[in-house]
C-alpha cells in the first residue's frame, strides 16, 4: 500500500467519524515517521514512509441560544433584557427565566368593544433542562364596564403551564394547560355584560404546537387548542323598574359552545431580531391572551410579528 | 431549582384549587303545584262538565256567587300590571319572555330566577314616595331554565292594598261597588299562556289564588282560578260531575263537555247556545 492510500484511507475515516466541521476550518496535524529495512549481503533496501493525519477536535456546535426559539405560547422565554415589541406582546426579560409584559390586543379591543382591558402577565421558566423546559404564566385582564346599566367590573386571570420537549434536533413540541378564572362584580343588568354570550369564567384549556425548524430561522408549525372544561357564569343584580318596584335577577349564563376548538398550520420566522408567525385554520377562534372563544366556527388567522431588541 | 419548580408547582396548584372550589352553581326552585296548574289549564280548554237544563240554573248560581269572589274588575288587574314590570325588566335584560318560544341552540344560554318586588299602590294615591308598612307588596317569582321561560310564575300578596277606580274596570258586569278598596293576603299561580305581556290588553294567563281577601270590612277566605284572555275573564265551577268554565261578558257563557249555555245574571235564566 503506498503511502498516498493509506493517507487517504486515514482522511475517509475521519471523515466517517465525523470531523468534517473540523477539516472545513483548519488543516490537519501530520506526522510523518521514515522505517529503512536494509540487508547486507543482498542489497535490498527497503524504505516504508508512514504518514498520520490527525484531525483537529470537532468545532463546538452552535449554542442552542443562537438559534432564535420561539418564546409565545411555549415555555420558552424572550432572554434577560431583552425587549420584545410584537402586535401580540409586548415582553420583557428581567431575566433569563422571568420575563413580565402586557398584551396590546386587549388595549386594542377599545376600539371595538369601548371598553379598556389594562392587562398585565408574568412569565417564569422554572426549569431548564433540556430536551424539557417548564414555565408558568399568570395574567390578569380588567374591565370596567358602566354600559347599560351596568356599573361594575371584570378580572380575567388565565394561569397557563408550558412544557416544551425538544424530541429532536429539529422538532419541539409545545404544550399548554391554561385555567382561566374570571369574575364580574358589581350592580345592574350584568347579563347583558357579555362578549357575545361567550365570556367562560371558569374554562380550562389545553393547546399543543408542533414545530418542525427546517432550518435555523425557518419553521413550520402546526397548533391545536381545545377548552376541555367551561363552567357556567353566575350573576345577580337588581334595579328599580319604577319608584314602586324593584327586580332581582340571580342566575347563571350557560356557554353555547362548551368545547370550542381551533386547529392553525403555518409558518415561523425567527429572525435574532425580528420574529414572525404566519398561520390559518379553522375552529373557533380563540381571542389571544384572553383566550376566550368565539360563539362560531370559522377561518382563523394566526399573525404575530415582533421586533426583538 | 429543584425545590424552586416544586415551590411554584405547588402554589400554582393551590391557586387552582382555591379557584375551583369557588364554584357556584344556581338551583332554581320548584314551581308550586306545577301537575295540578298543568291540569287545570287544560281543563280551561275542555271542560268536563255535563250540562242539561236541568243542572244549569244551579250552575249558574254558583258562577254568580263565585264572580262575587274573584272581583273580575278589579283582581284581574292587580295580576296584569304585575305581570307587565316583569316584562320590563326581561324586556331590559334581553331574556326570554315567551315560554314556548325554543332557545336558539348553540347561544349562550340563562339560567335565572326573577324577583318581582312590586310596593301596593294602596287606597290612597300618595304623593310621596309609596309606603310598603301601609300598603303592602306583591312579591312575584319567575324561573328562566336553559334559555327557556317557566310558563309557571307565582307570587305572594302581603297585605296588599288595591284600590281600583271604575275607570280601569275591565269587566262588563259590575259586580263590586264602583269604587274597591280591597285587601289581597296569600298565594297567586299564574301559568302563562302567551309570553309575558307588555300591557293588560296583551295579557293570557291562567291564575290561582288561596288566601283572603278584604273588601270594605268583609275578609273572606278564597280559594279560586281563572284565566285571562285581554279584557276577557274566564273561571271555573263545579257542576254536572265535572266542571264548566265560565266566560263573563253581557251574559255569563257556561261551557260543559257536551253543551253552552247563555245565562242571564239577574233573572240566572238560561238559554242553550250549542
Keep these: 500500500m503506498s503511502s498516498r492510500t493509506v493517507i487517504a484511507l486515514t482522511l475517509v475515516a475521519s471523515a466517517l467519524a465525523g470531523a468534517s466541521p473540523a477539516l472545513a476550518q483548519a488543516p490537519a496535524d501530520t506526522t510523518t515517521t521514515t522505517a529503512t529495512t536494509t540487508t547486507e549481503g543482498g542489497t535490498t533496501t527497503t524504505t516504508v514512509e508512514t504518514t498520520t493525519a490527525q484531525a483537529l477536535p470537532p468545532a463546538p456546535k452552535p449554542q442552542e441560544e443562537q438559534i432564535p426559539r420561539l418564546d409565545e405560547r411555549t415555555a420558552f422565554m424572550v432572554g434577560r433584557n431583552t425587549l420584545k415589541l410584537g402586535i401580540l406582546a409586548f415582553e420583557y426579560g428581567i431575566l433569563r427565566q422571568l420575563s413580565i409584559g402586557t398584551e396590546p390586543p386587549a388595549w386594542a379591543a377599545r376600539a371595538v368593544v369601548d371598553v379598556l382591558v389594562p392587562n398585565f402577565h408574568v412569565k417564569f421558566q422554572f426549569l431548564e433542562r433540556d430536551p424539557i423546559w417548564l414555565a408558568l404564566k399568570v395574567s390578569g385582564y380588567y374591565a370596567r364596564l358602566d354600559k347599560n346599566g351596568v356599573d361594575g367590573h371584570l378580572i380575567d386571570v388565565p394561569i397557563s403551564l408550558f412544557a416544551t420537549a425538544k424530541a429532536h434536533s429539529r422538532f419541539y413540541l409545545h404544550g399548554e394547560a391554561t385555567y382561566i378564572f374570571a369574575r364580574v362584580q358589581g350592580t345592574g343588568d350584568l347579563s347583558k355584560a357579555q362578549f357575545n354570550g361567550g365570556a367562560p369564567i371558569r374554562a380550562g384549556q389545553l393547546g399543543l404546537m408542533l414545530q418542525y425548524r427546517l432550518t435555523r430561522i425557518f419553521s413550520l408549525t402546526a397548533t391545536g387548542r381545545y377548552q376541555v372544561y367551561v363552567a357556567d357564569i353566575p350573576f345577580e343584580g337588581s334595579s328599580s323598574v319604577d319608584p314602586y318596584t324593584t327586580a332581582t335577577m340571580t342566575g347563571q349564563l350557560t356557554p353555547g359552545i362548551k368545547h370550542p376548538w381551533e386547529v392553525i398550520g403555518g409558518i415561523a420566522v425567527l429572525w435574532k431580531h425580528f420574529h414572525m408567525v404566519v398561520g390559518g385554520g379553522y375552529g373557533y377562534y380563540f381571542l389571544p391572551g384572553l383566550n376566550i372563544a368565539n360563539t362560531s366556527k370559522t377561518f382563523v388567522p394566526d399573525l404575530s410579528l415582533a421586533v426583538v431588541l | ?274
Design chain 2, 1 to 274: 431549582m429543584k425545590r424552586t419548580a416544586a415551590g411554584v408547582l405547588l402554589s400554582a396548584a393551590a391557586v387552582a384549587l382555591a379557584i375551583g372550589c369557588d364554584q357556584e352553581t344556581i338551583t332554581l326552585p320548584e314551581p308550586p303545584m306545577a301537575a295540578e296548574t298543568q291540569q287545570l289549564v287544560a281543563l280551561y280548554d275542555a271542560p268536563t262538565a255535563t250540562l242539561n237544563v236541568g243542572n244549569i240554573q244551579q250552575a249558574a248560581a254558583d258562577a254568580r256567587a263565585r264572580l262575587q269572589d274573584i272581583g273580575p274588575d278589579w283582581f284581574p288587574g292587580v295580576v296584569s300590571d304585575l305581570l307587565v314590570r316583569l316584562r320590563a325588566r326581561l324586556d331590559d335584560g334581553s331574556i326570554p319572555t315567551d315560554p314556548t318560544s325554543e332557545p336558539k341552540s348553540k347561544r349562550a344560554q340563562l339560567t335565572l330566577v326573577a324577583n318581582i318586588h312590586r310596593i301596593c299602590a294602596g287606597w290612597d294615591d300618595p304623593a310621596s314616595a309609596p309606603d310598603e308598612a301601609t300598603n303592602g307588596a306583591l312579591d312575584l317569582t319567575a324561573i328562566v331554565d336553559t334559555g327557556q321561560l317557566n310558563p309557571e310564575a307565582w307570587a305572594t300578596a302581603t297585605a296588599c292594598r288595591v284600590r281600583v277606580p271604575p275607570a280601569s274596570s275591565s269587566g262588563a258586569i259590575v259586580v263590586a261597588p264602583t269604587v274597591v278598596n280591597a285587601t289581597l293576603d296569600g298565594t297567586l299561580i299564574i301559568y302563562l299562556l302567551a309570553p309575558v305581556p307588555s300591557t293588560a290588553a296583551d295579557a293570557n294567563y291562567l291564575v290561582i289564588f288561596n288566601g283572603s281577601i278584604t273588601t270594605g270590612d268583609q275578609t273572606k277566605s278564597a280559594s279560586f282560578d281563572f284565566e285571562v284572555d285581554g279584557t276577557s275573564v274566564k273561571f271555573r265551577v263545579p257542576a254536572g260531575g265535572g266542571d264548566a268554565i265560565v266566560t263573563i261578558g253581557t251574559t255569563l257563557g257556561i261551557q260543559g263537555a257536551n253543551a253552552s249555555f247563555s245565562c242571564d245574571l239577574t233573572a240566572l235564566s238560561c238559554q242553550s247556545s250549542s
